[in-house]
C-alpha cells in the first residue's frame, strides 16, 4: 500500500500561485496534484546537487552544485526566466549582443518588468526549507533562493499549461506531441495508455481539476522524471480523495 508522502507546498500557496496566471477555480485535487508534481521535481533536483556535492565529500549544498545537477540531466532544466536573474546561473546564458556589436547588458536582456514567477519566488521559501529538512540536506542560503525562484517558476508555467487544458477541452491542440525520449515508448503504462486518458476531459470549463494538473504535467516535463512525477502525483490524489 502506497502511503502519502506531506508535501512541503501548502494547497494555499498553490492556488495563490495558479490565482496570478489564471481566473478558474482550483480543485483541492488540482492543489494537491500541482504540489506533489512541484515536489517531485525539487526533490530529483536536490538530489542530483547531493550527489554532485559527495564526489567533493561535502553534504552542504552550494550553488555550484544546483549547476551541476543541472547540466548533467537536461530533465531538470525547470527554471526559465529565473536562470535570468539568479547570479548562480548567469554563466550559463552567455553574452548577447546587439546589432552594432555592443553587449547588451542584463539588466537591459530581463526586460523592464521582473516576471511574477521570480518576484513571488520569497513565497516558497518555507516550503524549500521543509523538503531539505525531509530529505536530511542543508544548503547555503544562495541554494535554498534558487530552489525558490525554480519552484516559483515551474509551478506558474504548470498552472498556465493547465489552464491551457481546461480552454482546450484536453490534450487535443496538441494531439500526440508532448516532449519525450525515445526510451520513453518501451515504458508501460506511459505515456501511451495516460495520454489517451487525459486526451479530452470531462470537467466544466470553470475550474482547473486534478487531471488538468496532469495533462499539463505531460507538456512541461519528459523522460523518467515526468513518470516519476505524474506516477506521485495519481497516488497522492487517490490516497485524499480516499481519507
Known amino acids: 500500500m502506497t502511503t502519502a508522502r506531506p508535501e512541503p507546498f501548502r494547497p494555499a500557496l498553490v492556488k495563490a500561485v495558479f490565482r496570478d496566471v489564471t481566473p478558474l477555480h482550483v480543485s483541492r485535487s488540482a492543489a494537491w496534484a500541482a504540489a506533489s508534481v ?36 537536461v530533465e531538470l532544466q525547470v527554471g ?31 526586460g523592464p518588468r521582473t516576471p511574477s ?12 526549507r521543509r523538503l531539505l529538512r525531509s530529505l536530511g540536506t542543508t544548503a547555503a542560503p544562495r541554494v535554498v533562493r534558487d530552489l525558490d525562484g525554480i519552484a516559483s517558476v515551474f509551478l506558474t508555467d504548470l498552472a ?13 491542440r496538441f494531439g500526440t506531441v508532448v516532449l519525450g525520449t525515445p526510451d520513453e515508448a518501451a515504458a508501460l503504462p506511459f505515456p501511451k ?12 470549463r470553470r475550474t482547473i481539476d486534478g487531471d488538468d494538473v496532469l495533462a499539463a504535467t505531460t507538456m512541461v ?23
Open 80 to 110: 526559465g526566466p529565473w536562470y535570468e536573474h539568479s547570479p548562480t546561473f548567469r554563466c550559463r546564458m552567455g553574452d548577447l549582443y546587439d546589432a552594432d556589436g555592443v553587449l547588451v547588458p542584463l539588466r537591459q536582456r530581463r
Open 193 to 204: 495508455d495516460l495520454l489517451g486518458a487525459l486526451s479530452t476531459r470531462t470537467g466544466d
Open 38 to 73: 512541484t515536489r517531485t521535481v525539487l526533490t530529483e533536483i536536490v538530489d542530483g546537487a547531493r550527489r554532485a556535492a559527495a564526489e567533493q565529500s561535502r553534504k552542504k549544498l552550494i550553488p555550484g552544485d544546483l549547476i551541476s545537477a543541472t547540466d548533467r540531466d
Open 221 to 243: 516535463l519528459f523522460g523518467g522524471l515526468r513518470r516519476r512525477a505524474l506516477t506521485a502525483a495519481r497516488a497522492l490524489t487517490a490516497a485524499r480523495a480516499h481519507a
Open 117 to 128: 514567477a521570480v518576484a513571488g519566488a520569497h513565497r516558497f521559501e518555507a516550503g524549500v
Open 160 to 172: 498556465r499549461g493547465a489552464a491551457v487544458v481546461v480552454r482546450d477541452g484536453g490534450l487535443k
